[in-house]
C-alpha cells in the first residue's frame, strides 16, 4: 500500500461522490469506495453502504462518512473463510471517530448539518439552507484520515 495508490483511491471515491448522476456514491458508500480500492478489494461491495448514508437511512445518526470507514475497516480485515479475526483492534477506529468530532464537533449527522433530513421537509430544508455543502469536506476528511490509517497497518503489517 502506497501514499499514491491511496490518493488515487480518494480521487476516483470523491469523483463518485460529488457525481449528481446515476453512478452518485453517497457519504458512506464514497468513503467505503475509497477503502475499497486502497486495499485492492472489490469496489462493487460499495452497495453494502447503500443504507448507512445521511446517519443511516437519512435518520441523522452517525455520520455516513464514519459508518463507510467502519464497513471498509471490516471488510479489509475479514480473512480468507469470512470470519473476522478474534483480535479485531478498535484503537484505529475510535481515534478516527474521536478525531472526526474534535474536528467538527459532532458525530451524528443531524448535530452536524444542524437539521434533521429524515423527513421530507427537513431534506429540503437541508438543501435550501446549503447545509449539505457541509458534506464533501467530511467525506474527504474521512478519506484522507481512512488512507493514512490502511497505508499505516499495512507498513506494520
Same mark, same amino acid.
Given at each position: 500500500m502506497t501514499p499514491k495508490k491511496c490518493e488515487e483511491a480518494k480521487a476516483q471515491a470523491m469523483a463518485g461522490y460529488l457525481d449528481p448522476g446515476p453512478n452518485h456514491l453517497n457519504c458512506a458508500q464514497a468513503v467505503l469506495s475509497g477503502g475499497l480500492l486502497a486495499t485492492d478489494q472489490d469496489p462493487a461491495l460499495v452497495s453494502?453502504?447503500?443504507?448507512?448514508?445521511?446517519?443511516?437511512?437519512?435518520? *441523522?445518526?452517525?455520520?455516513?462518512?464514519?459508518?463507510?470507514?467502519? /464497513?471498509?475497516?471490516?471488510? !479489509? #480485515?475479514?480473512?480468507?473463510? *469470512?470470519?473476522?479475526?478474534?483480535?479485531?483492534?478498535?484503537?484505529? /477506529?475510535?481515534?478516527?471517530? !474521536? #478525531?472526526?468530532?474534535q474536528e467538527f464537533g459532532a458525530i451524528a449527522c443531524k448535530d452536524l448539518l444542524g437539521c434533521d433530513i429524515s423527513t421530507p421537509e427537513g431534506f429540503r430544508h437541508a438543501k435550501k439552507t446549503q447545509a449539505l455543502s457541509r458534506c464533501p469536506v467530511f467525506v474527504e476528511w474521512t478519506i484522507d484520515r481512512l488512507g493514512a490509517l490502511i497505508c499505516e497497518q499495512a507498513a506494520q503489517g
Open positions: 453494502a453502504a447503500n443504507y448507512f448514508g445521511g446517519g443511516m437511512v437519512r435518520m *441523522g445518526q452517525t455520520c455516513g462518512a464514519i459508518t463507510g470507514a467502519a /464497513l471498509a475497516l471490516g471488510l !479489509r #480485515d475479514l480473512n480468507a473463510n *469470512g470470519a473476522l479475526p478474534r483480535n479485531s483492534a478498535f484503537e484505529p /477506529l475510535q481515534r478516527l471517530m !474521536r #478525531d472526526f468530532e
